[in-house]
RNA sequence: GUGGGCGUGGCCAAGUGGUCAAGGCGCCAGGUUGUGGCCCUGGAGAUCGAGGGUUCGAAUCCCUUCGCCCACCCCA
């Protein structure tokens, strides 16, 4: 027996409504704020992750689904959404138009191999946003705002909305000799997976949630404290508009994030559960990365969230969308096979008026036709027999009253209407 | 990649060496002739994840393998 792929899921009829109102909530909420849609493919060169995410990434390094097409290209199921975006950008002209060139999409699905686990998967879909082509922390400030209405009108509780910023190619560098001339001495006290940082990522460091490395973690010299002017101008205004927007932000000096892209602004929600899925979005500034894909220099910012992390704590929190499956506003039975075409066809003529109406299991017993009403939901049933078929009329029962009448075969669509 | 838990019909689930498997949900069909939802009755559906071993005998013990889940890691 064939199953999906591990770290697959089907979306069942049944967990539509949540998808539907995830991506609506959000479409609907980007629309608003001026975003336009896009949608990129499902797979891309591999080289533009390489370069954009970054070769010594996990996601690059480790998680990446990637194949020689058959013309030999090496091709990669994109981990992640904003390398497309930008490649999109730069591939259609985007820098003429108004700046910065508002994107967001919906329900786009990303590829990782990692092991699954509650909120992971190796394929999952995320919401996204991107302002591209202006610096200005007041389009940071924007991108947070957003991403932070989505979450709150779709119901979400008690989020935690984390932020700082990491500086730039300018005062990064030095920041990292500060952070390892910190850690240096240290080294023989951290743990395997912070010895290895020291050297590949430095950055890294500082959100190591181990134990023995917590008193150095605390201690660790912070990156606000060593941005360079620019960067810790554009901070102070972030801070500024976030406060003006009374957004409940915290900042959280250890918080980097696994993408080498990123610049200044770095940002993430998280739910009040605990467990290892600690984001259900996060994004930030990446000023270098157009330019790293060979357009000018050109700033943007923005935003993930990942739809089944979203949908997951929807559930744990009670709240989603509004009402189950209706139902068809009728099924129509009927019995004996003199009724049958006339059944077709007034189903078929029903629905050409519009009307959502379905035909019960042919061939079965009216009892069987009925309960199958019953269990879908219907709201009425249209029963057409040879009493009904000698008059021209069809019964028509309410399914909820039991109440039943017989109507003329032109006024059954009018029957149905809402009572 | 590392560690832990678990795998019984579509779903939930009893049964932990001896009638190759209880029950519930769901599904199908009946409860008289053309009528649902409640109730009653019946039925279909499981070689107990797979392979091997121990034993007179295993869903129940051992090994292997696959899968699922959880945590670490990473991220959405």
């Not at 891309?44 to 020689?68: P, Q």
């Not at 992971?120 to 932070?148: K, M, T």
């Not at 605390?218 to 927007?245: F, M, N």
């Not at 075409?341 to 109406?357: D, M, Q, Y």
Request: charged residues 25%; proline residues 6%.
């Amino acid at each position: 027996m064939y199953r999906a792929p591990r770290g697959t899921a089907d979306i069942l009829p049944d967990e539509q409504p949540f998808w539907r109102y995830v991506e609506s909530t959000a479409a609907e909420l980007c629309e608003q704020f001026g975003y336009r849609r896009i949608d990129t493919p499902s797979f891309e060169s591999s080289s533009l992750f390489l370069r954009s995410v970054g070769e010594a990434t996990d996601v690059v390094e480790k998680e990446t689904y990637t194949f020689d097409d058959r013309s030999g290209d090496s091709m990669t199921l994109r981990p992640e959404g904003t390398a497309a975006v930008c490649r999109a950008y730069l591939e259609h002209g985007m820098h003429v138009q108004p700046q910065p060139v508002r994107l967001y999409s919906v329900r786009a699905p990303m590829f990782r191999y990692d092991r699954p686990q509650a909120g992971r998967y190796r394929q999952h879909h995320q919401a996204s946003v991107e302002a591209i082509g202006d610096a200005d922390a007041a389009v940071d400030a924007e991108i947070i705002e957003l991403a932070w209405s989505i979450f709150s009108k779709l119901g979400l509780n008690d989020l935690t909305l984390l932020v700082n910023s990491i500086g730039d190619q300018v005062c990064r560098p030095g920041y990292l000799d500060v952070l390892r001339h910190y850690y240096q001495p240290h080294q023989d006290h951290l743990c395997a997976d912070c010895k290895r940082r020291f050297q590949s990522n430095p950055l890294r460091l500082l959100d190591c949630n181990k134990e023995s490395c917590q008193p150095y973690t605390i201690e660790a010299p912070r990156t606000v404290d060593h941005l360079c002017a620019e960067c810790k101008e554009h901070w102070d205004q972030l801070t500024g508009y976030l406060d003006s927007l009374s957004l409940p932000y915290s900042v959280d000096h250890r918080l980097v994030r696994g993408f080498d892209y990123y610049t200044r602004t770095v940002f993430e929600v998280q739910p009040p559960v605990e467990g290892s899925q600690s984001a259900i979005g996060g994004g930030g500034r990446y000023d270098g990365l157009i330019q790293e894909l060979g357009g000018r220099a050109t700033p943007a910012v923005g935003f993930a969230s990942g739809m089944e992390r979203l949908i997951l704590n929807l559930k744990r929190q009670g709240v989603g969308p509004p009402s189950a499956d209706p139902g068809p506003l009728a099924m129509v039975a009927f019995v004996g096979d003199a009724a049958r075409n006339a059944a077709v066809k007034l189903a078929a003529s029903l629905r050409g008026k519009g009307l959502p109406i379905m035909l019960a299991p042919p061939g079965k017993s009216l009892k069987a036709q009925m309960r199958h009403a019953g269990a879908l939901n219907a709201r009425h049933t249209v029963i057409l027999g040879e009493e009904e078929l000698t008059q021209d009329v069809a019964t028509v029962r309410d399914m909820a009253t039991g109440k039943q009448r017989q109507v003329p075969m032109t006024g059954v669509a009018e029957a149905l209407r809402p009572s």
